[in-house]
């Protein structure tokens, strides 16, 4: 099945959703309050619509073939991602859009079969996208950004990587960045122990790749729960989408430091340490987040000094609710450059 | 046997179903015996041959045997699967209405065998088309078991000489199996709590509780639980028959990072023994308390223990060699205040690279946290105050 149609929007699409008030947006005419609504035909990306049982087969000229696909997620890139960083932009929206239209261009893709390096290009540019997201948006609410369901597509995107990457390989096609999707594929799993033998079963060049060798660095620091070899990894680490798949084992490992920092450190019921000393060792933003931490696991602070203390008594092992993630400079920092240019 | 005609095993399964042989009906349905050789078996319309010499309801088991048998020949698994599946649903009904009978057991440990390893080579064949999810077929298969077993576990009025219940070893071992080949370790719990509640628990045959053991044990791996790995493991090596090599060999490959990690090291003679010289250097790195011997010992070789699945578990031996170190370290100290950077000086002497006293710090903190070192670290002073008593406990001896 060969996609025809050549807009990034299948023409009956535009007037359809126009007509039903469903336009994004990004993709109007000119905005609401001027009491217009029309679609801006040149700006209108084609939506991501669920396959249900009694939906014929899609039609040529509704699927986009590679080229304007291609043309599609350019346009995407290079003019809608970047606003996440303008002031008083809905991220909210932000993220609905691009990661609709970015499932789009992904269902385009399965429909017609499309197994070719332009193809998984623009399948890992939706991973990279989802990557930048998972810890860009992470001090969202649930209503505009939900963790789950963005970690849900970023998982199914690496699947289908790993599938076009063996059905390449089988015609020797090999892709150029499969060393960097492998090495997001271990950080996703570091607690997981078939991540080992999985990587074996990689290519040799992409296992003793650098993206997935300090990847499986992770590995070794979580298992032996060496939380201060974990946060100095991360921080010299230099690559920023790495970093941002790290952020969701910051909790565990500063829990686990707690713990086990309560118990070592004396003598008991006196043992302390200054909050800033806490900000090097665990990754936080500043002394107030160290704080806030200490606080939720019951730690008593000294506000003067500026120092917790490892009160085994009213130490909180597992708090009910672990304090609101915060988006973190350690791993913004790393990105020198812009959004679009990361995707 | 490989001549067999159709006619004539028919004949031969009926009789030997009506006479209740176990032994000899199982062998006949079992893909390990020499019958399935035979290219007389699949006629065209075998099944009226067989609904006219078998007797009902044993009939369709038959029927459904032979047609799993057709598929392997054309080596479609994912077909011969689905037949086998059937059969052993076919089997579990009639099962259950033998009442007070078990002389059918011997039929389903090996149709139980067969499900399984054809579900194996399904997935095989999935996986070669692009499946998604590995080892869909292996789950289905232990679903199918579960049946069985629920039949087994059930029959607890009958008598001791004729209840069902001695079958549930056999099939917790061919669930077991699955469970960690699809790596759903947390489906075992049930039927270990079973195994363990059933009182026949000591009377099942050797070579099941040695499969037992064996399997609990590397459960208990996974969950740290190294005492009692220790325990199931070392039962499993020592009842192994000798003949087995192989399995012993595999038993130890488990066996012997556990006894590492609760301080016991093996001999060279027990590793040249069985093979297991992979081993060796780590073995000699962990008693020198040496860090860089232990991690070219793990590259060395890392293939061989991620592949068996001991890597990480080895990994941790890294904490007994800092133990052994940071012992040695203290005793040459002779103060029980001992400053942080003694230590760190001892590790970069090891050939550690890149390491920083708040790394050492977490090291020795992990350390008093596992109950290995009896003592605190005094964040002020930059010292680690031990113990005056035992302040490094024998391995053995922690829990």
């Known amino acids: 099945l060969s996609g025809t149609c050549l807009d990034m929007c299948p023409e009956k699409e535009r007037y359809s959703r126009a007509e039903k008030h469903r336009l994004a947006l990004y993709e109007m005419l000119v905005s609401p309050e001027k009491m217009e609504y029309d679609v801006d035909h040149r700006l209108a990306v084609k939506e991501y619509s669920r396959s249900s049982a009694d939906q014929a087969e899609p039609l040529a000229h509704e699927l986009r073939p590679l080229p304007v696909l291609q043309m599609t997620m350019d346009y995407l890139i290079a003019k809608i991602v970047d606003r996440c960083n303008k002031p008083g932009e809905n991220l909210g929206d932000w993220f609905n859009f691009l990661w609709d239209r970015m499932r789009g261009i992904r269902k385009d893709i399965t429909q017609q079969s499309l197994c070719e390096k332009g193809s998984v290009d623009l399948v890992e540019k939706c991973a990279r996208f989802h990557i930048h997201c998972t810890s860009r948006l992470c001090e969202l609410d649930m209503q505009d950004f939900d963790q789950k369901i963005n970690d849900e597509n970023l998982t199914k995107c690496l699947q289908t990587l790993k599938h076009m990457y063996y059905d390449l390989s089988v015609k020797n096609i090999y892709c150029p960045n499969e060393a960097e999707f492998r090495s997001y594929d271990v950080l996703l799993h570091l607690n997981d122990g078939e991540i080992l033998r999985e990587v074996l079963q990689l290519r040799s060049e992409i296992r003793d790749s650098y993206e997935v060798r300090s990847a499986l660095e992770f590995v070794n620091t979580l298992n032996s729960r060496n939380y201060v070899r974990f946060f100095k990894l991360a921080r010299s680490n230099r690559d920023y989408l790495q970093c941002c798949l790290l952020q969701r084992y910051f909790n565990q490992m500063r829990n686990q430091a707690f713990q086990i920092m309560v118990q070592a450190y004396g003598p008991p019921k006196k043992g302390q340490m200054k909050l800033f000393s806490l900000i090097n060792l665990l990754g936080y933003e500043d002394e107030e987040e160290a704080a806030i931490w200490c606080y939720y696991h019951g730690l008593p602070l000294d506000p003067q000094k500026k120092t917790v203390k490892f009160d085994r008594t009213s130490f909180i092992e597992l708090p009910e609710k672990f304090p609101p993630m915060r988006r973190s400079s350690l791993i913004e920092n790393k990105r020198t450059s812009s959004v679009s240019n990361c995707i | ?399």
């Open chain 2, 1 to 399: 046997m490989a001549n067999l005609n159709l006619t004539q095993y028919l004949r031969e399964i009926q009789s030997s179903w009506q006479s209740r042989s176990g032994t000899e009906v199982s062998e006949l349905l079992s893909f390990n015996h020499p019958h399935v050789m035979s290219s007389k078996l699949i006629l065209e319309g075998f099944e009226k041959s067989v609904e006219r010499i078998v007797e009902a309801p044993f009939d369709e088991i038959v029927v459904l045997h032979l047609r799993c048998l057709s598929y392997i020949n054309q080596q479609k698994y994912l077909e011969a699967y689905t037949e086998q599946s059937a059969l052993v649903q076919a089997f579990t009904k009639l099962f259950q209405t033998q009442k007070e009978d078990n002389w059918a057991l011997f039929i389903m440990y090996v149709i139980s065998l067969d499900l399984r390893m054809f579900a194996i080579k399904a997935d095989k064949e999935l996986a070669k088309k692009g499946a998604d999810k590995p080892g869909q077929t292996l789950e289905k298969a232990a679903e199918c078991l579960m049946g069985l077993f629920r039949v087994c576990a059930a029959d607890n009025r009958s008598s001791d000489e004729d209840t069902k219940r001695w079958g549930m070893l056999y099939l917790v071992n061919q669930l077991l199996k699955i469970y960690f080949r699809i790596n759903k370790l947390h489906l075992c719990k049930a039927l270990i709590r079973a195994i363990d509640a059933s009182q026949f628990k000591d009377q099942f045959s050797l070579s099941q509780q040695v499969t037992y053991r064996y399997y609990v044990g590397r459960k208990a791996i996974f969950e740290s639980d190294f005492k009692s790995a220790e325990k199931y493991l070392t039962y499993a090596f020592e009842r192994c028959h000798k003949n087995c090599r192989a399995n012993k060999r595999l038993i130890l490959i488990y066996l012997i990072p556990v006894k590492m990690l609760l301080g016991h090291l093996p001999t060279p003679q027990l590793l040249r023994k069985y093979d297991l010289l992979q081993f060796s250097e780590v073995v000699q790195a962990v008693r020198e308390g040496n860090l860089r011997r232990l991690n070219n010992a793990l590259l060395q070789h890392d293939a061989f223990f991620i592949r068996c699945g001991v890597y990480l578990i080895l990994e941790k031996l890294k904490v007994t060699t800092y133990r052994n170190l940071f012992k040695k370290v203290t005793l040459l100290m002779k103060t029980h205040q001992i400053p942080i950077e003694a230590y760190l000086e001892a590790l970069k002497f090891m050939g550690v690279e890149d390491i920083d006293l708040d790394e050492t710090q977490c090291i020795i903190a992990n350390l008093i946290f596992e109950n290995k070192i009896k003592g605190y670290i005094s964040n002020s002073h930059n010292k680690l105050v031990i113990s005056k008593q035992n302040a490094f406990p024998s391995l053995a001896a922690i829990v």
